[in-house]
Each structure stands twice: as structure tokens, then as C-alpha cells.
């Protein structure tokens, strides 16, 4: 058997100072470290780590050229697929993906592909290299004119591909602030604003309009967008909380995951004392399922000082959807894990007091491929002051709902063919609004596609 090098650790910061604020948990390489850890790339011929990555980024050539201490080319092969690979190299689910891939899973640790990803865009940003060289930039005639409803990553991608393509971009934004869940969803303690801010400027520098505070649907409809653009992308997300529609569910102090999360990030609790956003963590806090967002709202509220915070989970820690890095930085910082309950009332007057819990067990496969928790009858009682419901979202039914000729399925996910074309000539969607709940490489990825069909569909009109 091959003997494989172990990993070179991605420094993190200390547990107890961490938890007492809301700045970067991961420190990540330093230069050596980065060429430590690239040295341990086998260059695989067949890179089999490339097929994991869902934008196809040609990794053992960027890693290549991190132990050759090119960093600029290393820069130019990661952004030639992944335009914003600062931030997908903080929060993609590597081990789900190129890593898992990565011949050196099979005999040891996969190379720390994520961390290379950030090592080399943040050395960019410290550099201050621009994405889009003068020269391109001078080549770019404008010409037809599409407007991207929605600034996440999804909305982000197709700004910029059609930008560089020659076409007049405009992006509406219902918030304050561009990036979607990147600056309302992820706590700055996994991406600080300020990366995904100098990430942004790449639409600067490709002259993407950006109008901010304009609900389609509301302030304008779509109709009247079309009237006036050559093509609409539909890039909305889905933000509209599940509910678990249990009885109590509305109780004072049970808090949907956006809403706390929004409350944290863009109305700035974490800030306190100079924002004083009303925010309540209690003294024990229940947070209820095991996704990313799950794992930011529990860590959220130890940061914001509760005394105790439990998820409750379904299935068990195997089956937990969150990215494994976040699991474990969870438990680091004393998140408590109760696996295989469900929650199936909520007791309190006014405020909620407990929640009743029914005992769970996992059985054969459900449709997702995951075994299916099988109610056991046993049902225990769980004192808690705050609830945060982190089961899921839907897509925002606002536009669908002033669009009456926009097909939606039973979940609300507007419906496209295989290349992002809506019911709708001239619209197009893509992101969560059409897969439900996906990731930011996912939602990338969907931009890229549609891109390229918007472009191909306007060449031919
Ligand atoms: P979004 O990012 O949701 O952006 C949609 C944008 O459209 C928003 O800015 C919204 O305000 C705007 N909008 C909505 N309606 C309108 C309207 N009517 N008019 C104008 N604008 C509108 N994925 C990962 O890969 N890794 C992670 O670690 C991770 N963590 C997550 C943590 C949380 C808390 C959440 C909620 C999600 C997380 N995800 C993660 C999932 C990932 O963020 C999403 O899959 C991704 O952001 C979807 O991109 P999108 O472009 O489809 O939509
Ligand atoms: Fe390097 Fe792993 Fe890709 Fe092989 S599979 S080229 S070792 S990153």
C-alpha cells in the first residue's frame, strides 16, 4: 500500500476565543503551507478530481502552478471556470464533491482542495488583480440589454457572462445589499462581507448595473421588465421558510432560520452593542434540522450567548445534509446534537416553554436515497425558551403569483426545460427558484448554462 502524506491542517482559531465574536472561525494557509499541501497533488492524468466539480475547474493545473509559486496563474485557471472562487472555496461541500473525488481519498486524505481555492483568491485580493484585463474590457461593445432579477450566486453568473459576452446588463435586488444568501444567509464568521464585496467588483468591472430595493413583482412586474429588455433572468432563490405546521408553531420565540439569520446579518445584531437589533437567543436554544443553515443558526446564537444549544435532528449524524467542516466546527464550540426525534408540538403560553419530541428510527431508503426515519411511538418532552426552525425553504411565490403565465410545479419551483427556458419566451430561470433548495457551485453552475442559452436564443432571433 502507497504511503500518502497526511494533510497539511487549515489553521483555525482558538475555540474560546472564536465563539465570543462573529470574525472568520478559519484562518487558512499561509504561502508555505499552501505549497506544502500542493506538493502532496499526485497530478493525476485522468483527474478524476475535475469530474467532482460541478464547474468543471481544471484542478491539478491551478495546483500545478501553486507549488511552481505562479500564483497569478493559478488565479487565471481557477476564474477561467469559477468566478468567484473566494467564496466557493469557503463554503462549497468539497468533501461531497471534487475532494471526494480526489485519488488520495482512497488512501489517505483528499488534497485540501478548498483551502488551495482560498489561498490563491485571497492572495488575488490582497493583490488587487483585476478579473477582466484593460484590453477585454476594451474589446466589450454593448449591445442588447437583459435584466437579472435576483444578486445571488445564480443572478451573479449569468450578470457576468452575458457582461462579457457584450450584452447590457441590469440586476434588480429586492435588498439593500447584492449577494443574496451570501450576505443575508451566511454568518460573517464563514464568509465576512468584505470577501464577498471584493468578489462583486468583478460585476464593477464588467459595468453591471445594480438596482437595489426593486421587488419584481411588486415595484415592477416582469411584463413591464420584457417590455423593455431583451431577455429576463428569473435568479430568486428560495427564502420562504417550511414549516413544520405542528400545533404551537406560533408561539412567541419560535423564530423561522431566515429571519433570525437576516435579523444577524443584515440588521447587524452581531454588531451589538452599536446596532441594537432586537434579537432573543434565551438560555436554551433549539434549533431544528441539520443543514448549513441549521449549523449557522446554532453557532449564531452560541455567539450571541445562549447558554445551551441543541439541534434536533430526524435521522443521525451520518445523514446530516451540512457540510461535514461545519458539523465540526459545530460540536467544537459546544452545539449539543440530539439525533432521531422529531418535533411534533410546541407547549407554552405566549412563549414557547418546551417541545414535545417523538422518538424516531431509520428504515429502508426514502426518495432522496437516505434511509427514512420511522416514527417508534416514545415521545419525550424537551424544555427550550427559543425555537429556530431550520427545515427548509420554498421558493418566494411573489412573482410567480403577478406572472399568470409562469409555470411553477407543486413546490413553487418555476419550471424550465434542461437550458433554463421558462414557459414564458424571453424568460429564463435558474438557481433554487428551480431546484429548491441546491448550493452556491450548483446555483453557479445553473447561471453559466442559462447563460449560454440566453445568448444562443438571442443569436438566432
Ligand atoms: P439566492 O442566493 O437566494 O439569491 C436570490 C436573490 O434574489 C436574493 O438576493 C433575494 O433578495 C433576491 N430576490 C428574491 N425575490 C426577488 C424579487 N421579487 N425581486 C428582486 N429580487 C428578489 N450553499 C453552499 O454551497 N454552501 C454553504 O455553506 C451554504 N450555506 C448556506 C447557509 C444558509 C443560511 C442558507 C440559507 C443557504 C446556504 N447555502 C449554502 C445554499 C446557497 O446559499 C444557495 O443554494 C444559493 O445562494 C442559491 O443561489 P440563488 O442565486 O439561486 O439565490
Ligand atoms: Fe491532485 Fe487529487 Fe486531483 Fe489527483 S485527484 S490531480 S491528487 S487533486
Known amino acids: 500500500m502507497v504511503k500518502v502524506r497526511p494533510r497539511v491542517p487549515i489553521p483555525k482559531r482558538p475555540i474560546d476565543e472564536r465563539i465570543r465574536d462573529f470574525n472568520e472561525v478559519v484562518i487558512g494557509y ?24 460541478p464547474i468543471g475547474v481544471d484542478i491539478p ?62 492572495w488575488a485580493q490582497a493583490q488587487g488583480l483585476e478579473k477582466v484585463s484593460q484590453e477585454e474590457k476594451s474589446r466589450i461593445q454593448r449591445g442588447r440589454k437583459i435584466a437579472v432579477v435576483g444578486s445571488g450566486p445564480s443572478g451573479i453568473v449569468v450578470a457576468l457572462d452575458l457582461a462579457r459576452l ?49 421587488v419584481v413583482g411588486r415595484t415592477i412586474t416582469l411584463y413591464q421588465l420584457l417590455d423593455e ?10 427564502s420562504h421558510p417550511r414549516f413544520l405546521n405542528i400545533p404551537g408553531e406560533n408561539l412567541n420565540n419560535i423564530y423561522s432560520a431566515n429571519e433570525f439569520l437576516v435579523r444577524v446579518n443584515l440588521m447587524k445584531a452581531y454588531m451589538f452593542p452599536i446596532y441594537d437589533t432586537p434579537i432573543h437567543v434565551g438560555k436554551r436554544t433549539a434549533i431544528i434540522g441539520a443543514g448549513n ?29 451540512a457540510r461535514l467542516e461545519e458539523i465540526i466546527n459545530a460540536e467544537e464550540e459546544g452545539v449539543k446534537f440530539i439525533f432521531l426525534v422529531q418535533p411534533i408540538e410546541f407547549i407554552g403560553s405566549g412563549k ?20 427514512k426515519p420511522i416514527p417508534t411511538g416514545d415521545i419525550i418532552e424537551f424544555p427550550t425558551d427559543v425555537v429556530i426552525n431550520a427545515i427548509g425553504f420554498h421558493p418566494n411565490p411573489l412573482i410567480p ?6 409555470k411553477t410545479d407543486n413546490k413553487g419551483r418555476i419550471m424550465t426545460d434542461q437550458f433554463g427556458r421558462t414557459s414564458i419566451k424571453r424568460v429564463y430561470a435558474g438557481g433554487d427558484v428551480v431546484i429548491g433548495e441546491g ?23
Open 30 to 53: 499561509d504561502k508555505k503551507q499552501a505549497i506544502e499541501e500542493a506538493n502532496r497533488c499526485l497530478q493525476c492524468p485522468s483527474k478524476p478530481c475535475v469530474k467532482g466539480c
Open 61 to 122: 493545473r491551478f495546483i500545478k502552478f501553486i507549488r511552481n509559486h505562479e500564483f497569478e496563474k493559478a488565479y487565471r485557471v481557477l476564474i477561467e471556470k469559477c468566478p468567484m472562487p473566494a467564496i466557493t472555496g469557503r463554503v462549497c461541500p468539497q468533501e461531497r464533491q471534487c475532494e471526494k473525488e480526489c485519488i488520495l481519498a482512497k488512501l489517505g486524505q483528499p488534497i485540501a482542495i478548498g483551502a488551495l481555492k482560498r489561498f490563491i483568491s485571497d
Open 166 to 214: 457584450g450584452y447590457e446588463v441590469t440586476m434588480f435586488e429586492a435588498l439593500h445589499k447584492p449577494g443574496g444568501v451570501l450576505v443575508y444567509g451566511i454568518p460573517e464568521f464563514r464568509l465576512p462581507k468584505k470577501i464577498v464585496d471584493e468578489e462583486l467588483k468583478y460585476l464593477e468591472e464588467l459595468g453591471v448595473e445594480i438596482k437595489l430595493g426593486i
Open 229 to 238: 429588455y431583451d431577455a429576463v433572468f428569473i435568479g430568486t432563490g428560495a
Open 293 to 321: 443553515t441549521a449549523m449557522d443558526a446554532a453557532r449564531t446564537a452560541v455567539r450571541l450567548g445562549a447558554n445551551e444549544v441543541y439541534v434536533l435532528y430526524r435521522r443521525t449524524r451520518r445523514e446530516m445534509p
Open 352 to 371: 414557547v416553554e418546551s417541545v414535545k419530541l417523538m422518538k424516531m428510527k431509520l428504515g429502508g431508503p426514502d426518495h432522496t436515497g437516505r434511509p
Open 401 to 406: 403569483r403577478t406572472t399568470p403565465k409562469l
Open 439 to 461: 448550493t452556491v457551485i450548483e446555483a453557479m453552475g445553473q447561471g453559466r448554462k442559462v447563460a449560454k442559452t440566453i445568448h444562443l436564443d438571442l443569436l438566432r432571433s
